[in-house]
């Protein structure tokens, strides 16, 4: 329970981040999609189902803080969460470079998707170059690896974030 409520304050965080702290740091408009970042992670770190479950409750309370289209965005971070759990029983979790490679390519293809079930939706889309935006967003959550994965990393392996086995949660 208590690793929940953890995670919830982290989505909150990131949300309030993205939408107050990170409008400053804006590099021609672009910034970073931290709820895209903390879904990849947590992903990482979960069983396959665990991670699909974070990466659309996630994705919904983003969609309803931002309330223009509700399941959009639930959407593409389940999907997101997807392709991290047919990678991530392969993947060294510790090597932060490649950590790197894994969250520029996922949010590529998940802003991709974005932009592609938006424009074949017939949604109004106010990118003028989608691709400079997609790859921006990329390369901005991939320069946050260095800074946030190892604290996230330590947790989920060693802190609060571990999930317990099945002996010790009934004790």
Not at 126 to 150: E, H, K
Request: hydrophobic share 55%; proline share 3%; aromatic share 14%.
């Amino acid at each position: 329970m208590k690793r929940n409520i953890v995670l919830f304050v982290l989505l909150c965080l990131c949300l309030v981040l993205q939408g107050t702290l990170f409008q400053y740091l804006s590099i021609g408009g672009i910034k970073p999609d931290l709820v895209m970042l903390l879904v990849i992670y947590i992903a990482l770190h979960q069983k396959p189902l665990v991670g699909l479950f974070y990466g659309f409750g996630c994705g919904l309370i983003v969609d309803m803080y931002l309330g223009r289209y509700i399941g959009l965005y639930a959407f593409i971070l389940a999907v997101v969460a997807l392709l991290v759990s047919f990678i991530q029983r392969k993947w060294y979790r510790e090597n932060v470079i490649l950590t790197m490679v894994l969250v520029f390519l996922l949010t590529f293809l998940g802003q991709l998707l974005m932009v592609l079930v938006a424009v074949t939706s017939g949604l109004q889309w106010s990118a003028r170059n989608p691709f400079d935006t997609i790859m921006g967003i990329s390369f901005y959550n991939c320069l946050l690896v260095p800074l946030t994965y190892p604290l996230i990393h330590r947790s989920f392996t060693q802190g609060i974030l571990k999930s317990k086995d099945r002996y010790e949660q009934q004790r």
